[in-house]
């Protein structure tokens, strides 16, 4: 038995998920780059765990832990866009 701790792999692919607004569809997924098919089938299981589900449910929460641990599993970096506002844009108001 090793104890050296394995290195992380590096991401095979990115994807965005971005919240639309609270009119449905609410989100799409977007690969800007990585394995077209990894890309796809995270697409397909990350919509079906957030469609008609509003950024604002509770269900959210959830759904979105879910999505992170998928992609953490397939070696897929995410980047949500929630259409919050950050502490920077704040500091502009």
């Known amino acids: 038995m090793s104890n050296v ?3 992380p792999e590096a991401p095979r692919a990115h994807a965005r998920i971005v919240y639309l607004g609270p009119v449905a569809p609410h989100w799409e997924v977007y690969g800007d780059w990585g394995e077209r ?3 796809d089938e ?3 299981r990350a919509l079906a765990r957030l469609v008609l589900l509003p950024r604002d449910d509770p269900q959210f ?3 979105k832990e ?3 641990r998928d992609a953490e599993r397939e070696l897929i970096s995410i980047e949500w866009e929630l259409g919050l506002p950050t ?3 704040a500091d502009e108001s």
């Open 5 to 7: 701790a394995a290195e």
């Open 37 to 39: 098919q990894a890309l």
């Open 66 to 68: 879910r999505i992170n």
């Open 87 to 89: 502490d920077d844009d």
């Open 61 to 63: 929460r959830r759904n």
């Open 42 to 44: 995270f697409r397909t």
